[in-house]
């Protein structure tokens, strides 16, 4: 499945502080990629499905990838649209 990237929600975008992005030499290209953390740049972001996926797992694929590449990545449940929002905050 891909996900389309498009633009962080306001609630993501009020964490992000600032927009200077410090390019890593980190790219997963590994064909079990399954989510576009890689392809992010700040103030963007990618929504999971909330039925299609578990919260916790995507929470620490985000924690893992941007210890790995040194950029931060906040995880959102959006209850009411039933969606998951993983959004780069720097």
């Given amino acids: 499945m891909s996900?389309?990237?498009i633009e962080a929600?306001?609630?993501?975008?009020?964490?992000?502080t600032s927009y200077d992005d410090v390019k890593q030499p980190f790219?997963?290209?590994h064909y079990r990629s399954k989510y576009p953390f890689d392809a992010l740049k700040i103030?963007?972001?990618f929504?999971?499905?909330s039925a299609e996926a578990n919260e916790n797992s995507i929470r620490l694929t985000a924690t893992n990838r941007g210890k790995k590449s040194g950029k931060k990545f906040t995880v959102i449940k959006h209850?009411?649209?039933?969606?998951?929002?993983?959004?780069r905050i720097a």
Avoid: H, M, R, W
Avoid at 9 to 16: G, Q
Avoid at 79 to 87: N, Q
């Fill in 79 to 87: 209850k009411d649209f039933k969606l998951i929002e993983v959004a």
């Fill in 3 to 5: 996900y389309e990237i």
């Fill in 27 to 29: 790219d997963n290209d």
């Fill in 9 to 16: 929600s306001p609630e993501a975008k009020a964490k992000i």
């Fill in 43 to 45: 103030g963007q972001c």
């Fill in 47 to 49: 929504t999971v499905l």
